[in-house]
């Protein structure tokens, strides 16, 4: 049974910074053709794709609004995928999901892939930035 579990939301002033972590049960990542993926969604907003990692090779994808500030990172060691968000904004403010599926998709795909290319989802965590 897959599972994700994310960690490491909170509060913080604009210009900090938080590391969400994503816990993956159920698979062993690093030997999976598995696709792993943050997203996010604001109040009264669409869900939107943040950064996405193929674990196979390490290739990351990232959104043109945290493109430079946010960094996905994986611990094969650990299988758990890591969001490194830096230089937050108050706009950066909604809860953040981690999403897989397998595939490989996001080794090549310049692009995150929409909610419905994804299978599992974690419960999400909250992150609130401040002005």
């Known amino acids: 049974q897959v599972q994700l579990v994310e960690s490491g939301g909170g509060s913080v002033q604009a210009g900090g910074s938080l590391r969400l972590s994503c816990a993956v049960s159920?698979?062993?990542?690093?030997?999976?053709?598995?696709?792993l993926a943050w997203f996010r969604q604001a109040p009264g907003k669409e869900r939107e794709g943040v950064s996405s990692?193929?674990?196979?090779?390490?290739?990351?994808y990232y959104a043109d609004s945290v493109k430079g500030r946010f960094t996905t990172s994986q611990d094969n060691a650990k299988n758990t995928v890591f969001l490194e968000m830096n230089s937050l904004k108050p706009e950066d403010t909604a809860m953040y999901y981690c999403?897989?599926?397998?595939?490989?998709?996001?080794?090549?795909?310049?692009?995150?892939?929409?909610?419905?290319?994804?299978?599992?989802w974690g419960q999400g965590t909250q992150v609130t930035v401040s002005s």
């Open positions: 990692i193929y674990p196979n090779s390490g290739r990351t």
């Open positions: 159920g698979f062993t990542f690093r030997y999976s053709t598995v696709c």
């Open positions: 999403a897989a599926t397998f595939g490989s998709f996001c080794s090549w795909r310049s692009y995150v892939g929409r909610t419905a290319d994804y299978t599992y």
